[in-house]
């Protein structure tokens, strides 16, 4: 039993108390496709007043992080980890279940929901929570869904799992696609674009870059310049050994 489960069980029972199982109707851990593959989101909740996404993290410690950074730091005592920064991960699930839907992202709220002993080191949007996810939720109160509308989303996500028949290995291989795809982000889902550094030791050199800049900064080394970079490293080996050698047997 993962602890990520575990995570996911305890957001979706503090969820079943505090929202109306009737206003909010609540999918788990669905697997939706996309044109690059798959994306798996831990729970959607479906109401007149938009969709809501939420992403659960069972960790402890510290939380280091931003917006902007690609990656989160957990510190626990004196050990450091690094995590994707899930808002990346929620802006994917937005984007891939607006264009599964057809409705518009404007409509889809996310969500990131921390049940662990935590305690956020730096400043987070007010989407990032420890607590108080069904009040958040509850803060939208305009409708954006008639009936009807709720009734056809409703009907897409319980077919999903039936119609696409998508296996936890399946959707496992589709991420190692496309983290390593040239065309697709993997952060967000939006395609890549070939940039060029414009100043700096670099200018020149060209890199992959997420045409969602800047909301999502990924960027890519493109392959020539990484097989460059390994070339240089080992001839710089090669020569300290040389050189070793030569201090040795003098």
């Avoid at 392959?223 to 080992?234: C, K, L, Y």
Wanted: hydrophobic content about 35%; aromatic content about 10%.
């Amino acid at each position: 039993m993962s602890k990520g489960w575990v995570g996911e069980k305890k957001t979706q029972f503090n969820l079943w108390l505090s929202l109306n199982t009737k206003l909010y109707q609540r999918f788990h851990d669905v697997i939706i496709p996309s044109n690059n593959g798959t994306t798996q989101i831990d729970h959607i909740f479906v109401s007149p007043f938009g969709l809501f996404i939420v992403e659960t993290k069972n960790y402890k410690g510290w939380i280091y992080g931003s917006e902007t950074q690609s990656n989160w730091t957990q510190v626990i005592y004196k050990s450091k980890y690094s995590f994707q920064n899930p808002l990346r991960q929620t802006h994917r699930h937005k984007k891939v279940l607006s264009k599964y839907l057809g409705i518009n992202e404007l409509h889809i709220q996310t969500v990131i929901s921390f049940v662990g002993d935590v305690k956020f080191k730096t400043e987070l949007p007010s989407n990032v929570l420890r607590s108080g996810v069904g009040s958040y939720i509850k803060k939208f109160k305009d409708k954006v869904f008639s009936d009807k509308e709720i009734e056809r989303i409703i009907d897409l996500l319980s077919n999903v799992k039936s119609e696409i028949n998508i296996s936890k290995e399946e959707h496992i291989q589709s991420l190692h696609n496309r983290h390593t795809s040239e065309t697709v982000c993997p952060s967000c889902g939006s395609d890549l674009l070939k940039r060029t550094v414009k100043q700096g030791a670099r200018q020149g050199s060209q890199f992959l870059g997420c045409s969602s800049f800047p909301r999502c900064r990924y960027t890519k080394e493109l392959e020539s310049r990484s097989n460059w970079r390994i070339i240089t490293i080992v001839v710089i080996l090669f020569l300290v050994i040389i050189i070793v050698k030569k201090i040795i047997e003098y």
